[in-house]
């Protein structure tokens, strides 16, 4: 099977700066697109950005000039730098990767996968 591993949320001021890292692991053929969504209280989940395999970046109007995305493909793993945090960043931030697993009979099943979550709080 496949496992989305998150790290690197915690506590801090506004202004204040988090990397979060999320690592693949297990019966992986190959990584298409990987993202980061976060999920604020009382909300529904949102995209925060998007990167393909070759490196192409998208990001939410609300994070651009102020979060990047960053994957390293031998490490199957994304990153989100978040610098400038304002309070309003405030939520639960998950990983998901669309991942092609080897299923036998030289067949190839491309799913999503997601994290579990990791949390971020920004005090004012």
């Known amino acids: 099977q496949v496992q989305l591993v998150e790290s690197g949320g915690g506590l801090v001021q506004a202004g204040g700066s988090l990397r979060l890292s999320c690592a693949a692991s297990?019966?992986?053929?190959?990584?298409?697109?990987m993202a980061w969504y976060r999920q604020p209280p009382g909300k529904q989940r949102e995209l925060v950005a998007h990167?393909?395999?070759?490196?192409?970046?998208n990001y939410a109007d609300s994070v651009k000039g102020r979060f990047a995305i960053s994957r390293d493909n031998a490490k199957n793993t994304v990153y989100l730098q978040m610098n400038s945090l304002k309070p309003e960043d405030t939520a639960a931030y998950y990983c998901k990767a669309d991942i092609r697993r080897l299923i036998g009979g030289g067949m190839v099943s491309l799913d999503d996968y997601w994290g579990q979550g990791t949390q971020v709080t920004v005090s004012s």
């Open positions: 990167i393909s395999s070759g490196g192409i970046t």
């Open positions: 297990g019966n992986i053929f190959s990584i298409n697109t």
